[in-house]
């Protein structure tokens, strides 16, 4: 079973590790207890959206990248071979158009 606390846990300790601070100084920024954000870091805690969001702006990453990179781990674990979100085709490919006739294609 996948556990969405873990993914995001992993999520905001890689970021952090990323930026270089330790777990002291994006508690201390987000005021929240490093207690308590170790836990989140860790999976064993769910951090409420606004706890979340203060930890996205300690870290200087808006909270949709850091939700976006869980959203394509949840993915991937889940055995999606693209992560959802990751890559919208801006064109349909040929195969699924070859059948219809030209002029419903073209572009208005």
Not at 6 to 17: A, K, T
Not at 20 to 35: D, F, I, K, P, W
Not at 47 to 57: C, K, M, P, T
Not at 71 to 97: F, K, N, Q, W, Y
Request: no cysteine.
């Amino acid at each position: 079973m996948v556990l969405v606390r873990q993914e995001i846990g992993d999520v905001l300790r890689d970021f952090r590790l990323q930026k270089g601070r330790t777990l002291r100084q994006v508690a201390g920024e987000a005021s929240v207890a490093l207690g308590y954000l170790s836990e989140v870091e860790r999976g064993q805690k769910e951090a409420s959206s606004e706890i979340l969001a203060a930890v996205a702006d300690a870290l200087d990453t808006p909270l949709s990248v850091i939700m976006g990179e869980v959203s394509d781990r949840l993915a991937i674990v889940e055995g999606l071979s693209v992560p959802l979100g990751s890559h919208v085709p801006d064109t349909v490919p040929a195969d699924l158009v070859s059948g219809y006739r030209p002029e419903l294609l073209a572009r208005g």
